[in-house]
């Protein structure tokens, strides 16, 4: 409707400017050019038959500029839709630069969506990695933290009943103590939960043990200690006591001084 309106506002404008124009030019053509036209004879003979009936004739002439004004309007409008379309700033132009901007939109997304897939696989693979690494972090802190000491007393009873000088009848009893570490000076007090003699104590190795002291200090304690060899699972601590025949040692324990 809007196209229709603008073409009819083009029309009348431009049937308007003709028509004005011929009508301004009749005068000067009577007064110019027609005197000198009638030197000529045919024209003279045109003149005199057609001339004022075409003056006269106002319809043919409005027609005439209605015709010119549809020719004029049409080309109008034909070139403004040509610059609207093909023109700087126009249709074709909007749209090479819309289609060219949609297509970098679709390259830029498709970029985005390999770029995220890429950085969920990194992410991933930094995942894997950071539980390797504390799995290792968890494993070097268990394997370097100290392990407690610990002693295990084993006790072997010889069953038979003894008879030795100056304690008489009793009960002889070995008892092996093992540690999970290394002592390099083994000095300590082993205590039972029964009174007992302690008769000896050595480190078993291949070569002889060297002792500094081995005292009983209570009756169901006795100290030890030891220069040579270091006290370890190879080298186990053995001790020789003996109770009365009625006493059952239940338990021993080594403290180190």
């Not at 770029?115 to 950071?130: A, E, F, N, P, T």
């Not at 000095?187 to 043990?209: E, K, Q, W, Y």
Request: hydrophobic share 40%; glycine share 6%; net charge positive.
């Amino acid at each position: 409707m809007g196209g229709l309106f603008l073409f009819l506002h083009d029309l009348f404008a431009s049937w308007m400017a003709w028509i004005g124009g011929i009508l301004r030019m009749i005068p000067i053509i009577e007064a110019t050019i027609e005197p000198k036209l009638q030197k000529f004879p045919r024209v003279n003979r045109f003149l005199e038959t057609r001339w004022p009936e075409w003056k006269k004739n106002l319809k043919t002439l409005a027609l005439l500029c209605l015709f010119v004004g549809c020719y004029r309007a049409w080309s109008f409008e034909h070139k403004n839709a040509e610059t609207a379309m093909y023109g700087p700033e126009g249709k074709a132009e909007a749209w090479s630069k819309y289609n060219a901007c949609n297509q970098n939109l679709a390259v830029k997304s498709a970029l985005a969506d390999a770029y995220s897939v890429q950085i969920g696989q990194q992410r991933g693979s930094l995942d894997k990695q950071q539980d390797t690494f504390n799995g290792c972090i968890l494993a070097m802190g268990l394997k370097n933290s100290p392990e407690p000491l610990k002693i295990d007393v084993m006790l072997w009873k010889i069953p038979a009943v003894y008879t030795f000088p100056n304690i008489g009848q009793a009960q002889f009893w070995t008892l092996v103590l093992i540690t999970n570490k290394v002592q390099n000076t083994t000095r300590g007090t082993l205590h039972c939960d029964v009174p007992f003699t302690a008769l000896r104590s050595t480190i078993l190795t291949h070569g002889n043990a060297m002792r500094s002291d081995y005292e009983q200090t209570k009756p169901d304690a006795v100290h030890v200690e030891f220069l040579y060899p270091p006290w370890s699972a190879q080298n186990p601590l053995v001790f020789s006591v003996v109770t009365k025949p009625d006493k059952e040692i239940s338990s021993c324990a080594f403290k180190l001084d």
